[in-house]
């Protein structure tokens, strides 16, 4: 078992491995340099930049429909914000929303649940309540849960939460 951050280019591997081919986005300090600023460059992803973080589950709900991909990339703050968005479109109308998101704040190789910061410890709890399945991603060996999460969803047509425990390495 490792103890290295998760891998940007790992995290991009995938991505594309689950048939992800959008990628909409609000910049987050915790995946920008690992993860948001590699895929901008991919020929392989379409980026959507987004005001809103709520917009965002309206868009990926949309190109779902059109048989596409997507992930939305946020701060857990944009994730806090969207609540009634994520609740009433890919809660209740059981969409596969599939969400990865920043945990700013956290402290390395603490639980989230465990964290000092409010806005990270009751992420999990939120999620739990509104049942919607997340995985912690804080290691490079925490990366292997991405792509069965993602097909997942798409496979159950509900939302899913990777929450980022620490930021992803740079690709090289």
């Given at each position: 078992m490792t103890t290295q951050p998760p891998g940007g280019g790992r995290i991009i591997a995938a991505l594309k491995s689950a048939g992800v081919g959008f990628v909409v986005a609000l910049p987050d300090i915790?995946?920008?340099?690992?993860?948001?600023?590699?895929?901008?460059?991919?020929?392989?992803?379409?980026?959507?930049?987004?005001?809103?973080e709520d917009e965002g589950v309206a868009i990926c709900t949309g190109l779902s429909f059109a048989g596409k991909r997507a992930i939305l990339l946020m701060q857990q703050t944009g994730f806090l914000d969207s609540v009634n968005a994520i609740r009433a479109v890919a809660v209740e109308y059981q969409q596969p929303v599939v969400m990865l998101v920043g945990l700013q704040g956290k402290e390395p190789g603490v639980a989230p649940s465990r964290s000092t910061?409010?806005?990270?410890?009751?992420?999990?709890?939120?999620?739990?309540?509104m049942g919607i399945a997340h995985h912690l991603v804080e290691t490079d060996d925490d990366v292997s849960a991405i792509a069965p999460a993602i097909e997942t969803a798409y496979a159950a047509s509900r939302p899913v939460c990777v929450l980022i425990g620490r930021p992803p390495s740079v690709p090289a």
């Open positions: 915790v995946t920008s340099d690992g993860l948001l600023w590699p895929i901008s460059r991919d020929p392989d992803f379409r980026l959507v930049r987004i005001c809103k910061k409010v806005s990270v410890n009751i992420v999990e709890p939120i999620l739990d309540a």
